[in-house]
């Protein structure tokens, strides 16, 4: 993976894609003055700024930003949720899953617009205070991670792999969690992990 | 970085056909392709037309032709239809073996459809290529270990679909919709060589979108094989799709679609002639040969020839009895 985006994006351009809302007035947003067919279809949304509410670990949160944004740019940049991380930026390594109506999602590859009236789930989302989330407290207990930048890509993967598939089998586990790479190949600690999660529930 | 438009979400499919019209509007349903594409800056659209808040796109149902599935139904979902695998085996493995969880709980049957080729040449601003517009195919004389071993030039791309060889083997229809009405066809006609088109894979008029896919239930007996270079998740290095009806030892209808090696979903028509001459069991050997009838290598990707061979000699030997 080379070090340099080859596009060039720079942390200043993200937060001009997604700015933070900063007063209620935004919330309006912008609509394209362009009608659809015979100004008679629905308005188009942007391209500048747009603004509408993501329900995210439970809460309905006010967000403006471009319709070019991804998810995973409103997450960390509108909503300073930087749990799910981005890494590949092309759905390749699963560093930015979440959970979008139950299903996991490459957070990068889904434009946040594609994520209204959906219950969005995150990392940050899954204790409760100081109790850990059965998932999170078996990668703790197995080893299921070295440097830690894919867990909570990882930990999302699991949780919604265990929701769907209560007891899966070994190669259920891998296959479920094949859309996460670890670079740092803690796989055997990993794949325990969500055997024992599994078992624990 | 991604260029900005204006977003716009179709409520009907008539509504959407008549957004698509507008210059510079492109259709997005679980967008994981495209979103791929505009962040390359491959393409520029002014417009997204949103065809996933169309109500009832995404249906699967099964009617009195066969299986009808919405072009926006995600992948996770017909691959989890027990009774949709039950009638179409293949079909549930084929999107099954696409990519990896979070892309099926993303991706639909339209867009796995109509996506574009994984070519780094293609899918790289800084290259020229014919594909894009531009001139010659920079894989000729550069990196094609996963490029075309059959009906490549002068573009040499795969296609990378595993659901669309699966249904050209069972015969499946595409139904489109744009800006002039709606037509349907079958999905092997969508498909253009490189020869014929060499922009797109597929024929589809400026506006047009695919509304619905008709499977039907013909052909009791299907699946799909693919090999890959990495196993955990891949595009395919070599596919193979069959869909036939067994008597006793033998088909008596089969068809044997090719995924990976070509820039279509490659029909094999010789495997099909030689099943259908003699048992299963002795025709496994010549049709696996015969479906690779043709095949010219580029300078690095040789070792797809045998690996085409073996995914149809696997994808037939699953038809013998136990």
């Given amino acids: 993976m080379p070090a340099d985006r080859p596009d060039g994006i720079s942390r200043r351009d993200f937060l001009t894609v997604t700015g933070a809302l900063t007063g209620a007035g ?20 942007g391209p500048e700024a747009v603004g509408y509410t993501l329900r995210v670990n439970g809460e309905d949160r006010a967000v403006s930003a471009e319709p070019r944004a991804t998810l995973l740019d409103v997450l960390r940049n509108s909503l300073d949720l930087t749990g799910a991380k981005s890494a590949c930026d092309r759905g390749e390594c699963g560093a930015c899953t979440v959970i979008v109506e139950g299903r996991s999602v490459y957070a990068c590859m889904m434009l946040a617009l594609q994520a209204r009236g959906k219950e969005i789930r995150t990392v940050e989302g899954l204790s409760r205070g100081d109790t850990l989330h059965p998932v999170q407290a078996a990668f703790i207990e197995h080893d299921g991670y070295q440097c830690g930048f894919c867990t909570p890509g990882q930990v999302m993967s699991t949780v919604a792999l265990l929701e769907k598939t209560p007891s ?33 529930k | 970085m991604t260029h900005p438009f204006t977003w716009w979400d179709a409520r009907t499919a008539e509504e959407a056909a008549a957004l698509l019209a507008k210059k510079g509007a492109m259709a997005l349903s679980g967008g994981v392709d495209l979103l791929g594409e505009l962040k390359e800056g491959i393409r520029s659209p002014d417009h997204i037309v949103n065809l996933r808040s169309v109500p009832g796109l995404d249906r699967i149902e099964r009617t009195d032709r066969g299986w009808r599935i919405g072009a926006t139904a995600i992948l996770a979902d017909i691959a989890a239809h027990a009774e949709l695998r039950k009638a179409l085996p293949g079909l549930a493995e084929s999107a099954d073996a696409v990519a990896t969880p979070q892309i099926r709980n993303q991706g639909t049957l339209g867009g796995n ?43 040499h791309i795969v296609h990378p679909s595993d659901c669309a060889p699966m249904l050209v083997a069972l015969g499946a229809r595409l139904f489109l919709r744009g800006p002039d009405g709606a037509r349907d066809l079958p999905i092997a006609d969508f498909y253009e060589l490189p020869s014929k088109n060499i922009l797109c894979e597929y024929t589809l008029k400026p506006g047009e979108f695919i509304e619905a896919v008709e499977v039907p239930v013909a052909l009791p007996r299907s699946t799909y094989v693919k090999l890959r270079e990495k196993d955990s998740f891949d595009f395919a290095a070599a596919a193979c799709a069959v869909a036939g009806k067994i008597d006793g030892d033998h088909f008596t209808e089969v068809r044997v679609v090719l995924g990976g090696v070509a820039p279509i979903p490659w029909r094999a028509g010789a495997s099909e002639a030689n099943l259908m001459k003699s048992t299963l069991a002795d025709a496994i050997e010549p049709a696996s040969t015969a479906a690779v009838d043709g095949a010219r290598a580029l300078s690095q990707n040789e070792w797809k020839i045998p690996l085409a061979k073996a995914a149809v000699a ?7 009895p136990r």
Avoid: H, M, V
Wanted: proline share 6%.
């Fill in chain 1, 26 to 45: 935004l919330l309006a947003g912008k609509s394209s003055a362009e009608d659809g067919a015979k100004g008679k279809g629905p308005a188009g949304l």
């Fill in chain 2, 113 to 155: 459809l109509a996506q574009r080729p994984r070519c780094w040449y293609y899918r790289s601003a800084d290259f020229e290529c014919a594909k894009k517009g531009g001139k010659g195919c920079p894989a000729e004389e550069g990196e094609n270990r996963y490029l075309a071993i059959l009906g490549g030039g002068p573009c």
């Fill in chain 2, 314 to 320: 696997r994808a037939l030997r699953s038809f013998l």
């Fill in chain 1, 168 to 200: 899966p089998s070994p190669e259920g586990i891998r296959a479920g969690l094949c859309g996460n790479i670890c670079r740092c190949a803690a796989y055997s600690g990993i794949f325990e992990a969500a055997a024992a999660a599994a078992k624990a």
